[in-house]
């Protein structure tokens, strides 16, 4: 179906509906946020009672995103909506909330692996972020851009980019992010509420985990480890070793980083980022989880050294260092 037809199929629903439910993924990130709250601006612009709801709590760089305060935490949506839309979800179990097939669902996304798991589904593989097209959605409703929508979707696409850095990052993301800067969107208040707001606990805890930094023979993958012990060191929690696993892809040659998160004795979230061809969401796949092209994860049992061998092995085998076993 094309992508414009779905995006009037979600104008009619929303033009002929009155009470909607927003939620997005477990461990909520910048796409997944941004475009929810501008979602919410935009529905209660036009008279829309809405209910924002998402199982786990907002990451601190996010809290200042007009209408964070909004979010409920929550284990289910506790009555009947005209709506529920799901936002940047692979599939019906990604937001973790229960009987949500109990409801009409939109599923809104932008990775074309998603599951058609929705009453509607509008897929848009060609845009940079969610963002992007809510800021369609907005635009197809008739429905002014205030500075809160223009600053949630602002902060989707530039968390969602890697800061224009990602190869999702197209001159058509340009053209939106200009216009959303125009529309009052302040560029250098949301990189500061993203990038420089760091509780003193997290940047103590990068530098424990990098200390543990190695990388194999050929160079090309890179590896590190956070221990619970690690976290009572820095004073940290386990949401400030979001973003840690991007550091060493800026070392020279380094094409993917495994990044071991030890959650509880014995079993590891491991997180793999890549740069270039390789496809790690094939990877954690392997391993049970999924996730993005360049960004994925999975959570393994066992042995550190173990688990450090299981990866690498997986790791040299996609890159053609190794030959695949059977």
């Not at 779905?6 to 927003?22: H, K, N, R, T």
């Amino acid at each position: 179906m094309h992508v414009s037809h779905m995006l009037s199929q979600v104008v009619e629903l929303i033009e002929s509906g009155q009470c909607f439910a927003i939620t997005s993924h477990a461990r909520p990130d910048g796409d997944g946020l941004g475009s929810s709250l501008a979602l919410l601006h935009i529905l209660e612009s036009l008279g829309k009672e809405v209910t924002i709801g998402m199982r786990d709590p907002i990451p601190r760089a996010y809290r200042e995103l007009p209408g964070a305060d909004r979010i409920l935490q929550i284990t289910h949506f506790d009555k009947r909506y005209d709506a529920v839309f799901v936002i940047e979800c692979s599939d019906i179990d990604r937001p973790g909330l229960l009987d949500l097939d109990e409801q009409f669902l939109v599923n809104i996304d932008h990775h074309a692996t998603t599951e058609l798991f929705g009453d509607i589904n509008w897929i848009d593989s060609t845009a940079s972020a969610v963002g992007e097209m809510i800021y369609n959605l907005c635009k197809a409703l008739g429905v002014r851009v205030t500075p809160a929508i223009a600053s949630c979707v602002y902060a989707a696409i530039l968390a969602d980019t890697g800061s224009f850095q990602f190869p999702n990052t197209t001159e058509r993301t340009f053209k939106v992010a200009r216009e959303l800067v125009a529309h009052g969107a302040n560029p250098a208040e949301i990189a500061r509420m993203l990038f420089y707001n760091q509780p003193f606990g997290k940047v103590k805890l990068t530098g424990l985990v990098l200390s543990t930094l190695q990388r194999d023979e050929s160079g090309r993958i890179a590896w590190m480890v956070m221990t619970q012990e690690m976290l009572r060191q820095a004073g940290a929690c386990e949401e400030d070793s979001e973003g840690i696993a991007n550091y060493p892809l800026s070392i020279e040659g380094v094409e993917v980083v495994a990044f071991f998160k030890e959650i509880a004795a014995g079993i590891y979230r491991t997180s793999l980022r890549s740069k270039g061809t390789i496809n790690v969401s094939k990877i954690a796949s392997a391993f049970g989880g999924g996730g993005h092209r360049n960004a994925s994860g999975c959570a393994i049992e066992g042995p550190l050294p173990e688990v450090e061998r299981r990866v690498i092995r997986k790791l040299q085998e996609a890159l053609g260092i190794l030959p695949i076993l059977g």
